[in-house]
């Protein structure tokens, strides 16, 4: 019986890069579907082995972990050197966009409410 392991949806290239070198660093017999083109299949890394199975996720967890590490120092990084947009710089460099974001907004709340407020 296949055990999936990890969902490849949204998972960027470097990091399905690393697992699979992860999982090929510890021998872990692995294989992959490919997300469909338009998201209807998810795709994933799976194998066919419960304990293989066990001793990947335990592999995924302390790679994760250590990824979301190096990814927040990174992110830090950015927010502290000023690379990492805020709402008034956003608004700065994209004053329409931004107004015609907070318009739809209120739009959408207001549509979302009209019913209870009897409008």
Known sequence: MPYHLMNL????????DE???????HEVRYYETPPSRWGISMGGFWVHDRAEAARARELLKAYQGERFGRQREEYEKARASGQVPGFWLRLRRKPLSVVFVLLAAVFILVLSLAPFLGL
């Open 19 to 25: 697992i699979r070198a992860l999982f090929e660093a």
């Open 9 to 16: 949806r949204h998972v960027p290239d470097d990091e399905a």
